[in-house]
């Protein structure tokens, strides 16, 4: 779309499945009336959804659009780490060619917003932060990133990363630090959180920490989370991702962890990896808990599996959860988009005035059916503008 142009009309769509109506976009927003001339889309009775938010993805461990990779047999956290800096190692693509590839195919699929995870270690250095903050100034007309400091291979047993998390916060470069399974893969239960909170802390950075443990190591875990937050007034920008230990619980004690995750301003993530391991997401965002959804890794040295398309994950979130009742799959699909841009901090693009104009066009009868189907995006809409058709990205501001 030319740049002369303050308003679009995308005409013919149906925000949300609902009844057809003319949309219009002023200054990358919604709005109630064109302002100036306006640039027609015809959209042909499509159904608009707002973008997606991707809360948990690791673009730079992928091999999206390179040769296929035969992985080894692995044993646990430690041995899928090395895999990890040996992958590194043998492919020659740069980072940011391969992470750009998957974040641009992100943007073609209904992605606005995502959180990315950019492995920190004495084996790579910062070289993964620095290749997702080159992708993220390419791609800043389409797609809002945070990078996450992330200790894949552990804080305490690999010397050497805590000066790297230190100094990826102290720069700039990072949005939020990370850590994992302090109780059990680090084998530091508290101190490996006081150094992750302190760095966050000294400047002004979020945490999100992976916390894969389950039983008294995963509680004991959270609760330290819990504790270190309020302590350090760090409510709404501390989030734990996979969380298996939340599941375990139910009932009472369910709702109880969920009030104290909530008081705090604690905030989780599922990639929904099965119906075991996946967040019990309609108890936790009924007692206030912000929940997003994510990608994980996408084709990397951990698994050959994974797209980047949220609303595939919406769809696999509704598998897990057991969805049925229409109600249920629409929930999911906006828990990747309304409640992953609550945890992000970012507005909902909502469809109500002043909102973002940022939505995907696809054909359907509703959103349930398109949550079951997931069809082809017809197009991606970024701030007013197309910024995707047909599954692919287009120059910037193009129609």
Wanted: charged letters at 25%; one cysteine or more.
């Amino acid at each position: 779309m030319s740049l002369q142009y303050r308003t679009t009309v995308y005409r013919d769509v149906r925000p949300m499945g609902g009844a057809p109506v003319d949309l219009v976009v002023v200054d990358g927003r919604i709005a109630q009336t064109p302002l100036g001339e306006a640039h027609v889309v015809d959209c042909g009775g499509r159904i608009a959804l707002p973008t997606l938010v991707d809360a948990h993805i690791h673009p730079d461990k992928t091999t999206w659009g390179e040769p296929w990779v035969t992985r080894r047999p692995a044993q646990g956290i430690a041995d899928l780490a090395r895999q990890d800096a040996d992958l590194f190692r043998a492919l020659d693509t740069p980072v940011e060619e391969r992470a750009g590839r998957l974040m641009a195919h992100a943007v073609a699929q209904g992605t606005r917003a995502m959180r990315a995870h950019a492995d920190v270690a004495p084996d790579f250095g910062l070289a993964g932060v620095a290749a997702l903050g080159e992708v993220r100034a390419r791609l800043a007309h389409a797609l809002d990133v945070q990078i996450v400091a992330f200790p894949q291979h552990g804080v305490r047993r690999a010397p050497g990363t805590e000066a790297l998390l230190d100094e990826a916060a102290r720069t700039g470069a990072v949005d939020l630090v990370g850590g994992i399974d302090p109780g059990t893969f680090d084998d530091d239960p508290q101190g490996q959180l006081d150094l992750v909170f302190g760095i966050a802390d000294l400047h002004g950075v979020g945490v999100d920490i992976h916390l894969h443990d389950r039983g008294e190591p995963g509680l004991t875990a959270i609760r330290g989370i819990i504790e270190r937050t309020r302590a350090l007034d760090m409510g709404g920008r501390v989030t734990v991702s996979h969380a298996f230990r939340v599941p375990e619980d139910t009932g009472e004690a369910l709702r109880r962890l969920a009030d104290d995750l909530a008081d705090a301003g604690v905030g989780l993530t599922t990639v929904a990896p099965s119906p075991r391991s996946v967040l019990p997401t309609d108890v936790l965002l009924e007692r206030g808990v912000r929940v997003g959804l994510g990608s994980d890794g996408v084709r990397d040295s951990w698994s050959p599996f994974g797209n980047a398309d949220m609303l595939h994950r919406a769809h696999l979130l509704a598998r897990c959860r057991g969805a049925r009742l229409d109600e249920d799959l629409s929930a999911a699909y906006l828990t990747a988009a309304h409640d992953g841009a609550d945890l992000l901090g970012l507005p909902r693009a909502d469809f109500t005035r002043g909102a973002p104009a940022d939505f995907l066009l696809v054909e359907g009868e509703c959103l349930p059916q398109i949550v079951v189907d997931v069809p082809d995006r017809w197009a991606v809409v970024r701030a007013g503008h197309v910024v995707a058709r047909g599954g692919a990205m287009v120059e910037a501001h193009g129609a």
